[in-house]
């Protein structure tokens, strides 16, 4: 039973919790042995937080997940787990990712937490079914990854940060909504809010959060550049704006794929898509220069 009891805390889903790691890695701190210790503590407490709520959400649409063509052999629908261990998972994850939080040694950092837990278990139970809603409340939930790595070491966010985080977000919501919706239909009962949207509508939210994603993150560029140069008496080169580069790539990239009828799982995308992968380590490293050797 361990190992079906792994796969429904999706270890896969880890991945968007590298979130956490946005802000102290933009402020520069994570060379600082401390400050990287506290993040990686408050990524752990996400990772469990997330997986908690995975497993209510299975709890939740185990009837749904079982007339889904690849759901139905999540572990609870396919009967691996039974439900008074599912349960018990719900209830012990959540409460060992607030006590990690609590280990960084910042009530900030549990606060935002259990904001997280409590935003994604109404989403679970309730938001879900509500269209335009459900996008919005799963796209705070990465915006909150993002201000629990800020808050966990006490750096301040830009706005022009949380705008970026927040459209890019909304980016990749809308654009699982438009997977999802292409793969099995608005009638397939696996989603409601399915039965509301319509390609279209969908298409045209992609083309908005892409947007705003775009000038947020173009913007943050030119203006971290700016305060940069006010305190570096170095040599003067533009790589917060060549950050720019591999960022559209990747956004476009997705883009991509999301017109070829695929991105109902982004995790998997980020994790196979060697295009994407690529884009990744091209902004990871020159947006790592431009903040740690200034």
Not at 36 to 51: D, E
Not at 208 to 235: H, K, N, P, R
Request: charged share 15%.
């Amino acid at each position: 039973m361990i190992g079906p009891m792994i796969r429904a805390m999706r270890p896969k889903q880890y991945l968007k919790n590298v979130l956490v790691f946005a802000a102290p890695g933009a402020a520069g701190v994570l060379d600082e042995p401390g400050d990287l210790g506290i993040t990686i503590i408050a990524f752990v407490s996400f990772c469990l937080a997330a997986s908690g709520i995975y497993v209510w959400n299975d709890i939740a649409d185990v009837e749904a997940d079982r007339v889904h063509p690849t759901k139905r052999n999540r572990p609870f629908a396919a009967g691996l787990v039974s439900m008074p261990v599912a349960r018990a998972m719900g209830v012990v994850l959540p409460l060992g990712a607030l006590a990690l939080a609590a280990a960084t040694g910042r009530w900030q950092t549990v606060a935002v937490v259990a904001v997280y837990i409590a935003l994604t278990l109404s989403y679970t139970f309730w938001l879900k079914e509500e269209p335009i809603i459900d996008l919005l409340a799963v796209a705070s939930g990465f915006v909150l990854r993002a201000a629990a790595g800020a808050v966990a070491v006490d750096v301040p966010m830009s706005r022009w940060f949380v705008l970026c985080v927040t459209f890019g977000s909304l980016f990749i919501v809308v654009g699982k909504r438009y997977a999802e919706l292409n793969e099995v239909g608005n009638q397939a009962g696996t989603r409601a809010t399915l039965e509301t949207y319509t390609p279209g509508f969908l298409r045209m939210l992609l083309s908005v959060s892409l947007g705003g994603a775009l000038i947020s993150y173009c913007v943050w560029a030119f203006e971290t550049s700016a305060l940069a140069s006010l305190t570096d008496e170095g040599i003067d080169l533009p790589f917060y704006e060549l950050s720019i580069v591999p960022m559209i790539a990747a956004l476009f990239r997705y883009l991509l794929v999301l017109e070829r009828g695929e991105g109902s799982a982004p995790e998997e995308v980020f994790a196979s898509d060697r295009v994407l992968q690529l884009a990744g380590v091209a902004w990871v490293v020159i947006y790592g220069v431009a903040v740690y050797t200034a």
